[in-house]
């Protein structure tokens, strides 16, 4: 089945006569006992079990929801011993590296940053770290790693490959394939696609990670909420359409501005929905924000609704320059997108 049919087909309940097409809200805590299922923070719920079910369908693995991206980002490293050894790239969101900061100042891991196109670099890390953690394209540069020249190459006993796979989807890109063992999700992003949901996944090879998955929900707690859920495996219903409208909007868009007088530097991959581009500097970016009145001046990326903010506004994010607005690109008309970007480049 190809992925287009599977995000509408996958995660429903069985076709009997009268059931709903809609794997319902449950919204649960205990359950009955008699059965396997006691309690949903120690199993799950359906409505979880629906979202699970066609996430895990597109990646090609075992699906865990979790409470946020962060969350599922949190439960992956957070299996990682003191003293490891953990490798991500030098742009990735910072949340992830706020993890490792934490985690090389508590528990001693020690944190290499590598350029995320600097595949070379990263094949050799595979020979001496405990996690390789790739962000492909990065947040918010957008810098593309050779995802399946790393996942193939080979690696020392034990070293897991793990694979941010927000900005792609599973719908241009599958690591799982290609060699990784899990991949995380902010599914507040294009999978949920409306910017009305926080929920996380993290998907799994095998049966074993899987596991571990599991019980780090059970034992951590970051569990998805039930509307959340609901949500998010809607939203997946139609993330190949929306996908496919912000893609061509994202490459009209990123083609215009690079013919745009005020655009120093645009930077977009090919592929994806978010065009990272500069402006002279953090005044004319702020004068450009305050303009827009169809794109929004907002954080975070993925929804049907075009976003764009200046990133050199977050903490820990020296590195980007100033005058760094990263957008993420809706499925509203490209024409007035391009017009309010015009109209606010002149404001
Ligand atoms: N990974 C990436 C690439 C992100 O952009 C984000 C959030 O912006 C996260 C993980 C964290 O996800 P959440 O905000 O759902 O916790």
Redesign the pocket.
Known sequence: MKPETWAIVGGRPDRVPGAPLNTPLVPASNFVLGTERLYSRTEATDTWEAFEAVLGGLEGGHAVSFS????A?SAVLGQLPTGAHLVIPDDC?Q??AGIAEAGARDHGWRVERVPAPDTDTWIAKLLEADVVWL?SPT?PLLDVSDVAAVCAAPRKDGTRVIV?N??ATPLLQQPLALGADVV?H????FLGGHADL???AAVAKDEAQRELLITARKLYGATPGTLEAFLATRGVRTLPVRLKTGIANAVELAARLEAHPAVQRVRYPGFGAVVSFELADAETVDRACAAIKVIWNAT??GGVESTMERRSVHPGQEHIPDGLIRMSVGCEDVEDLWADLEQAFAA
């Open positions: 946020s991206g962060m969350a980002c969101y949340g992830v962000e947040n941010d927000t900005f995380v902010s599914a507040t992003k926080l929920m996380g975070s990326l």
